[in-house]
């Protein structure tokens, strides 16, 4: 049974999206069969597996709202020269999402109820979340198994960091007990400055969630793959990147959970 894991931090900018998709460009490269939902309405994830958001048949917004199965929603094997990555895709409709189901009955248990249908087909489900504590973010967090949070190495890193173990609290407690911590990876890390250090450990004295030894460098070629429409593991294979997800990736297969 696929493992599900939310990627979810309520600040932009943190590296959810590029997280997202080269975690599982990572973990399909490791034979795994991985499922990545994207679950903002920017799009992004979808882009960066080089879809053309704007041209989308069926996408997550049309399975939320019934109108199309979860199969008629998957697109397969979505990278060059990498099997194993499929995706549910997003676009700019799903901002309408919230007020289109503001009376629907069980209305956060939406995309579980979808996803539990072909989730035995997968090793892993890797949900791209907003950066908002919106009912999108709370249906990923009552279909996942763990929250995996990544934290820019910046100023006000731990900023909203609080606010968000709180939020995976709460659907603990009232819709999804199962839903546990992953843990916090860091981001956008430059070893050339000693803030970078200083948030580092900063972070480390401040929260008891597990934090992944891997630290994922500031990188101008993991900038520039998204705009190519590839993993930073196709596009630039012995970049820092790519090794430091492939680190990351094999972290994440060797956790347990109970």
């Not at 929250?147 to 606010?163: D, F, K, M, R, T």
Request: aromatic letters at 6%; glycine letters at 6%.
């Amino acid at each position: 049974m696929g493992r599900v894991i939310a990627i979810a931090n309520q600040k932009g900018g943190v590296g959810k999206t590029t997280t997202s998709i080269n975690l599982s460009a990572a973990l399909a490269e490791r034979g795994k069969k991985v499922l990545v939902i994207d679950t903002d309405p920017q799009g992004n994830t979808t882009s960066g597996f080089g879809l053309d958001k704007n041209e989308l048949e069926n996408s997550i917004y049309e399975l939320m709202i019934g109108e199309c199965s979860i199969e008629d929603a998957i697109q397969k094997n979505v990278v060059e020269d990498l099997d194993g990555v499929d995706i549910i895709p997003s676009n700019v409709n799903l901002a309408a999402v919230e007020i289109e189901l503001i009376d629907a009955d069980q209305k956060e248990f939406i995309l579980r109820e979808a996803i539990s249908k072909v989730k035995d087909n997968y090793d892993f489900i890797i949900i791209d979340c907003p950066p908002s504590l919106s009912m999108l973010t709370v249906n990923a967090m009552t279909t996942a198994n763990t929250v995996l949070v990544p934290i820019q190495c910046e100023y006000y890193a731990l900023e909203g960091l609080s606010q968000l173990v709180h939020t995976v609290n709460l659907v603990r407690d009232r819709l999804n007990p199962e839903l546990e911590m992953e843990g916090v990876v860091f981001t956008m890390f430059d070893s050339r400055t000693n803030l970078s250090l200083q948030v580092v450990e900063n972070v480390k004295e401040h929260i008891q969630e597990n934090v992944y030894k891997t630290i994922i460098p500031r990188n101008i070629r993991l900038a520039e793959a998204p705009s190519y429409g590839l993993p930073i593991n196709i596009y630039e294979p012995k970049s820092a990147g790519a090794e430091a997800y492939r680190l990351l990736a094999d972290e994440v297969i060797e956790r347990k959970f109970d």
